[in-house]
């Protein structure tokens, strides 16, 4: 992917990695719009990053990515990427009842959102020379978590999705990439600075060193034993890595 001269709508770009890859491709030379729920967040954004655009946006919210769309493609007619990285991550105990509420929410967020909101932008992306769409899953799209098993599944889901949306474009000007982070310390859940997650900085540096060459996936280098464990042995990796969580308690707020 060229990483300069491109005009990029970013879901989820006032805080965390959304926010950090946000920075780091308004330094490159590209026009980015980031979108968000909270317009405070939006402001400081731009506040701090002249020439950072903002709009408002739920992505659970169908007819808003509608018209969201719509705006974005009458204001910046050269749009040629966007880039799926709003999220939650909630925690969630499948051995006891569903909250239900909880759950449809996470799934509107996690994974309609971003079937949405490519869905609202493809036909306009196919009239470009050079377009992307790039959707952010997770590592524990592949070894998934037992503590957040919906996130995990959600990320699945996007994985699977992107594989199909890859393919079903391959004959249009639209690449298809996925950036599939390992555990960032950002607010996702909470900044904690526990050792074991890898910093943003670090993240984003790597990340759009290898964004430069990607075809198809974005792994960096702490993410790719995860990323490359799924198989026929994923089981015992999978009771693994949650034997290891729960030996090992992730920070509490």
């Known amino acids: 992917m060229k990483l300069s001269g491109n005009t990029i709508f970013i879901t989820g770009g006032a805080s965390g990695i959304g926010r950090g890859l946000a920075e780091a491709l308004h330094r490159k030379g590209n026009k980015v719009i980031i979108s968000g729920r909270r317009k405070a967040l939006l402001d400081e954004v731009a506040k701090a990053n002249p020439g950072i655009d903002t709009i408002e946006l739920d992505v659970t919210n169908a007819d808003q990515i509608a018209r969201v769309a719509r705006t974005l493609i009458a204001r910046y007619p050269t749009l040629n990427v966007v880039f799926n990285n709003a999220g939650i991550m909630p925690f969630d105990d499948i051995t006891g009842p569903l909250d239900d509420a909880q759950a449809v929410h996470l799934v509107n967020t996690n994974l309609l959102g971003p079937v949405r909101v490519s869905g609202a932008f493809v036909e306009h992306l196919k009239t470009q020379p050079e377009s992307a769409i790039i959707n952010t899953s997770s590592v524990v799209a592949y070894i998934p978590m037992a503590m957040s098993a919906l996130y995990s599944a959600t990320k699945a889901a996007i994985h699977s999705y992107t594989l199909s949306q890859r393919f079903a474009l391959r004959n249009s000007s639209v690449r298809v990439l996925e950036i599939a982070p ?46 490359d464990a799924a198989g026929p042995n994923e089981h015992g990796v999978v009771d693994y890595f949650n034997q290891m969580i729960l030996d090992n308690p992730l920070p509490t707020p």
């Open 182 to 227: 390992p555990w960032v310390d950002t607010d996702l859940v909470f900044k904690s600075g526990d050792p074991r997650a890898m910093q943003p900085e670090a993240f984003i540096a790597e990340t759009m060193k290898l964004l430069e060459e990607a075809t198809s996936e974005v792994v960096v280098e702490s993410a790719r034993q995860l990323r």
